[in-house]
């Protein structure tokens, strides 16, 4: 148990289709990040939150739209994928966004794929 | 921008020795956090171990220590006397100390333990 759970695990769908990945952290922590992991690619940051406001968006096209109502949850919406969109998409927490000797929490990740 | 390089996509060893993975970097800061991260087929990244780049003490946590150089801009892991569970890709990640939290992440090297 890692304190940070995302679900789906899995998830398939059409490039026409709207879904949402949730991510919940259980440690109390003020800081949250969406990463996207691809094959044979390192892992890039997406989205940061702290304390529910974005304060960081690294370029990510806006089929794909973040949303942060608490410091315990962070949701990813997805609409109008394409296929270089299939990737595993990791959820991270911290501590606080400023406090860099904190290490990053990641939940298992929901595996995406688009047809 | 800070880049991570991990020129070693996969490694194989035996169970009970001793690997190395190797890990570069490229940065103008003078002061950063450099850490591994392993992630197993569960997929959940877990923090291995952390290295402060102000400090000359190279880290150790158990069966697991870096190589740190940070005139040559590298940080290798050593894993001593190896387990079949340590069997798991491998990521090098980069932080700077300043500003909000964003790991950089190298390739990943994929460690397979044998029996």
């Known amino acids: 148990e890692t304190g940070v759970t995302q679900t789906p695990r899995h998830l398939v769908m059409g490039m026409t289709n709207k879904k949402s990945l949730k991510c919940e952290q259980h440690l109390g922590h003020n800081a949250m990040y969406w990463y996207k992991q691809s094959a044979k690619k390192p892992l890039e940051l997406m989205f940061v939150y702290s304390l529910e406001e974005r304060v960081e968006n690294n370029s990510v096209p806006s089929r794909f739209s973040p949303e942060c109502p608490n410091s315990s949850h962070l949701f990813l919406h997805l609409h109008t994928l394409q296929p270089e969109d299939s990737a595993l998409y990791l959820c991270?927490?911290?501590?606080?966004?400023?406090?860099?000797?904190?290490?990053?929490?990641f939940g298992d990740g929901t595996r995406l794929s688009i047809l | 921008a800070q880049t991570v390089t991990q020129s070693q996509p996969e490694m194989s060893v035996q169970e009970a020795e001793t690997v190395t993975l190797s890990c570069t970097y490229d940065t103008s800061e003078n002061n950063y956090y450099l850490f591994w991260y392993k992630q197993p087929p569960s997929r959940q990244m877990i923090l291995v171990i952390r290295?402060?780049?102000?400090?000359?003490q190279n880290a150790t946590e158990n069966r697991f220590s870096v190589n740190f150089q940070k005139a040559a801009k590298s940080f290798s892991l050593k894993i001593s006397d190896s387990q079949l569970g340590d069997t798991a890709m491998y990521f090098c990640a980069f932080m700077k100390i300043q500003g909000a939290q964003k790991l950089v992440f190298g390739q990943g090297t994929r460690l397979t333990i044998n029996p």
């Open positions: 991270a927490s911290s501590q606080d966004v400023r406090y860099s000797n904190q290490p990053q929490h």
């Open positions: 290295q402060e780049a102000y400090k000359q």
